[in-house]
């Protein structure tokens, strides 16, 4: 903790500087919650993407044990990635034929779409920090002012590749990222289920009273052959009226 005697003894450029690492740190903290919260959410999506590709084999019982479940599953799994993977892939591909025809174009095979004089940076703020003036607060060296500014948010016609290309790779990159991710959650929701859908357990069994929590219960008569039913006797279309013979009776003349 922070002595308030020296805290008090601190110049204002020093308060101020200290406030503004405990704000960053917060800003930190939230955008790292922020991401985790995401990654939760997404993973429970794509994870449901593997109950529905399974639930018909599993609630018909075409599929019955732990093992044939795992390969069906992975084979699912294996099809919903490549679904998904051939779009940012292409999204990105794109980005690298951008840059094809600007270096054909140009004949600068070196050109990097990140730079800020005539790249994806010239969009964006960009100081150096790199000779940025530093003071020492309680024995750490940190940043005490602003650094200069090397670039101001422009547009620059040179850079029409880049402002094209980077983008590409930006949401093929992070795309892909998501689908990887998504594989990976349904590996785990496959093991879950397995466990699950499978489970025999006696946990809560006794041999006199059966499951004690309404669980699955026993026939006592699984496993018994029984006698199928006699098939019904077709019936006489002519009932005995004439002593029992069967036939109908004759008008007599």
Not at 86 to 111: E, H, M, Q
Request: positive net charge; hydrophobic residues 45%; charged residues 15%.
């Amino acid at each position: 903790m922070i002595n308030p005697v020296l805290f008090i003894k601190l110049s204002e450029g020093d308060k101020r500087l200290i406030f503004v690492i405990f704000l960053a740190l917060l800003i930190i903290l939230i955008i790292v919650g922020a991401i985790g919260y995401l990654i939760t959410k997404v993973m429970k999506y794509q994870a449901s993407k593997l109950e529905t590709a399974v639930y018909d084999v599993v609630v018909t019982k075409v599929i019955t044990d732990e093992k044939a479940f795992k390969k069906y599953a992975w084979k699912k799994n294996v099809q919903i990635l490549l679904r998904q993977t051939w779009k940012p892939i292409a999204v990105i591909a794109f980005g690298f034929i951008i840059l094809l025809i600007r270096a054909i174009i140009y004949n600068n095979w070196g050109y990097n779409p990140w730079n800020y004089t005539d790249g994806f940076g010239s969009l964006f703020w960009v100081w150096d920090w790199e000779n940025a003036p530093t003071a020492t607060v309680f024995g750490i060296t940190v940043i005490s002012e602003w650094p200069r500014a090397l670039n101001e948010p422009r547009l620059v016609g040179d850079a029409w590749a880049a402002y094209i290309s980077v983008p590409c790779f930006l949401v093929g990159g992070i795309w892909y990222i998501l689908v990887v991710q998504g594989f990976f959650a349904r590996l785990l929701k496959t093991k879950s289920l397995a466990h699950s859908v499978f489970k025999k357990s006696l946990e809560s069994y006794n041999q006199a009273r059966g499951f004690t929590d309404g669980g699955p219960q026993i026939n006592p008569n699984a496993g018994q052959q029984t006698q199928p039913a006699p098939a019904p006797q077709p019936s006489n279309p002519f009932p005995p009226s004439d002593g029992g013979n069967g036939f109908p009776p004759t008008n007599p003349m």
